[in-house]
């Protein structure tokens, strides 16, 4: 294992290389025109900018220096269905006015583009400018059909035991320095342990599956 590697194990969370993974296993969605909203580089997916028609950056800070400043809630400078892919991964908690950017992205896409998200559920509030809600996998759902989309994939980003080693992390992670080499020698029991989230066991226990660490959806127009 290179340096990298290692230093992605031992500081990324759990939620973060899970969703590298999904990203990775659906790069070949992304194509034509992509919208990518809050997109700024973060983990280890490498986005397919040169596979693409265009990729634009937006954001609805000036100082990540995107291609274009918006909110997602209004994006009036975004012509209506002249879009592919909308790209809002990690987006949505930040949104205020979620339900007009859930719209928004429904009318800049072309019919047949799809929609990208994930989002978290039981994971640290962190403001980005701000950090306003967690949905339920029910709620979005909802939401999302409500406003015209079809969802074709929804995946559960960690059950229990991801989120409760993601606690256990960043637990080790805030402690002093020697402390915490020593913490970094339970990671791979957590890692392990993490396994047991995709068995039968944990999909099925009626306490269990109810722990979420966050979702990954793809939706249609």
């Not at 025109?33 to 809050?38: K, T, Y």
């Not at 265009?54 to 220096?65: L, R």
């Not at 859930?102 to 701000?130: M, Q, W």
Request: hydrophobic letters at 40%; charged letters at 25%.
């Amino acid at each position: 294992m290179i340096l990298s590697d290692f230093k992605y194990y031992l500081n990324s969370s759990y939620r973060r290389q899970i969703l590298d993974k999904l990203l990775k296993k659906y790069e070949y969605i992304y194509k034509g025109i992509v919208l990518d909203i809050g997109g700024r580089d973060r983990g280890r997916f490498k986005k397919p900018k040169n596979k693409v028609e265009k990729w634009i950056f937006a954001d609805i800070e000036p100082k990540h220096n995107p291609d274009i400043v918006l909110d997602v809630a209004n994006m009036q400078n975004i012509e209506t269905e002249s879009i592919d892919i909308v790209n809002a991964i990690e987006l949505f908690e930040h949104v205020e006015k979620i339900n007009e950017g859930i719209n928004e992205c429904f009318r800049i896409l072309k019919t047949g583009g799809k929609l990208i998200l994930s989002v978290p559920f039981l994971f640290p509030v962190h403001a980005d400018p701000y950090d306003f809600q967690r949905w339920t996998i029910t709620k979005w759902e909802k939401e999302l059909t409500k406003a015209g989309f079809k969802i074709e994939k929804t995946e559960i980003m960690g059950r229990f035991f991801t989120v409760k080693n993601g606690m256990n992390k960043t637990l080790i992670q805030s402690l002093p320095i020697i402390i915490r080499h020593i913490g970094y020698l339970l990671f791979p029991i957590f890692s392990l342990l993490n396994k047991l989230d995709n068995t039968n066991w944990v999909k099925n226990h009626p306490k269990l599956v109810n722990y979420h660490g966050g979702y990954f959806i793809i939706a249609e127009k």
